[in-house]
């Protein structure tokens, strides 16, 4: 009996199986752990800056999954769940598109040039934003069907549905937030915000 190839090796650093950090890229993290960012000398406005940004997106998708359970039980009606609904999904994809693209053009060829043993974690970095870009897109094409959804009965099945797959993408963008916030602020405090050409 012919012995068969193993099947290849789960990518343990794939944005939809990663529990964190490959250990050779917190070096840094476990000089600066997150507990004592707000506290070092060198947390900046810019460190907090990014960070708010970062904040802001998963207030916007907490936001988004309260509206869409309003509207699943009937607390909120279809017209005002629409206009609520609209806004916040247009802020939450312009401005997490405007964040990636700035990363990955500005930050973190920055970042790596200020310390190369990071540099293959900014790369993993981008590739969660070629993958996050894939599920954005989707969102995106989710809310629109929901919105022509709310003229007809089945609005409460939609958001539903709605609800299911952007829960999907939030744990997704939850992983990446944690990753790049444990690459990026260490590098910041431990280089100071200075020194940051961007």
């Given at each position: ?15 939809t ?32 800056f ?34 609520r ?91 990446h ?22």
């Open positions: 009996m012919p012995v068969s190839d193993p099947p290849p090796a789960a990518d343990t650093l794939d944005l199986v990663r529990t964190g950090l490959p250990q050779d890229l917190r070096f840094l993290l476990a000089r600066y752990p997150r507990p004592d960012w707000h506290a070092h000398p060198g947390f900046g406005p810019m460190t907090r990014y960070l708010d940004r970062h904040a802001l997106f998963r207030e916007l998708q907490d936001l988004t999954r309260r509206e869409l359970e309003n509207l699943i039980e009937r607390r909120r009606s279809p017209e005002a769940f629409a206009s609904f609209q806004r916040l999904a247009r802020i939450f994809l312009g401005e997490i598109a405007t964040h990636h693209a700035i990363e990955d053009h500005h930050y973190f060829p920055a970042l790596a040039r200020l310390e190369p043993r990071l540099a293959r974690g900014f790369d993993l970095l981008e590739a969660d934003h070629r993958r996050l870009h894939e599920g954005l897109e989707a969102y995106a094409q989710d809310a629109n069907a929901l919105l022509q959804a709310l003229a007809g009965a089945g609005e409460r099945e939609a958001a539903g549905a709605m609800l299911d797959r952007s829960a999907a993408l939030r744990a997704l963008i939850a992983r937030l944690e990753d790049e916030e444990e690459l990026v602020v260490p590098v910041m405090l431990d280089r100071g915000e200075d020194a940051l050409e961007l």
